[in-house]
């Protein structure tokens, strides 16, 4: 739980957190309209070492980074989901310079090529997914060396 508290004082700006802190532990956006899917993911990604916080459409990611004094590293973006999808979150993040720096894995059980491949997306993760394969894509993309799994 600390940690989450840690994520929401981080977003509302205060100057107390750790500086070292938010250098060792990117910072991922979680996009998904699934409540369980998104914060398992979130969970997943704390346990390895990132710092994580969810929204639940497109419309509420775009409000987060707008108003986030910290960006994140990476985005994980589920396709399918209500007020702003996928989709259309690429679209616009087309036309944002800063949105367009930051690397997007798109996440989704719908097709992702074609005529249904998002818009410049660096990488796809078909649902279900392995959550190791989360992880280590995780740590790839956002340029840590190394990812150990954790032990069960």
Same mark, same amino acid.
């Given at each position: 739980?600390?940690?989450?508290?840690?994520?929401?004082?981080?977003?509302?700006?205060a100057n107390n957190?750790?500086?070292?802190?938010?250098?060792?532990?990117?910072?991922?956006?979680?996009?998904?309209?699934?409540?369980?899917?998104?914060?398992?993911?979130?969970?997943?990604?704390?346990?390895?070492?990132?710092?994580?916080?969810?929204?639940?459409?497109?419309?509420?990611?775009?409000?987060?980074?707008?108003?986030?004094?910290?960006?994140?590293?990476?985005?994980?973006?589920?396709?399918m989901m209500p007020?702003?999808?996928?989709?259309?979150?690429?679209? %616009?993040?087309?036309?944002? $310079?800063?949105?367009?720096?930051?690397?997007?894995? *798109?996440?989704? @059980?719908?097709? !992702?090529? #074609? /005529?249904?491949?998002?818009?410049? %997306?660096?990488?796809?993760? $078909?649902?279900?997914?392995?959550?190791?394969?989360? *992880?280590?894509? @995780?740590?790839? !993309?956002? #340029? /840590?060396?190394?990812?150990?799994?954790?032990?069960?």
């Open positions: 739980m600390r940690l989450r508290r840690t994520i929401t004082i981080e977003l509302l700006g957190v750790d500086e070292q802190e938010k250098t060792e532990r990117p910072l991922v956006l979680v996009i998904d309209d699934d409540e369980g899917i998104r914060e398992g993911i979130v969970d997943l990604l704390e346990e390895a070492g990132f710092a994580a916080v969810g929204s639940c459409n497109g419309l509420d990611a775009l409000n987060f980074l707008a108003e986030s004094p910290r960006k994140p590293s990476l985005i994980l973006l589920d396709l007020i702003l999808d996928g989709w259309t979150f690429c679209k %616009v993040r087309q036309g944002v $310079a800063m949105l367009m720096q930051i690397p997007v894995v *798109a996440i989704s @059980a719908a097709p !992702m090529n #074609g /005529r249904h491949e998002p818009l410049r %997306v660096d990488a796809t993760l $078909a649902k279900p997914f392995d959550p190791d394969a989360l *992880a280590w894509l @995780a740590t790839r !993309m956002t #340029g /840590r060396k190394s990812w150990v799994p954790p032990r069960h």
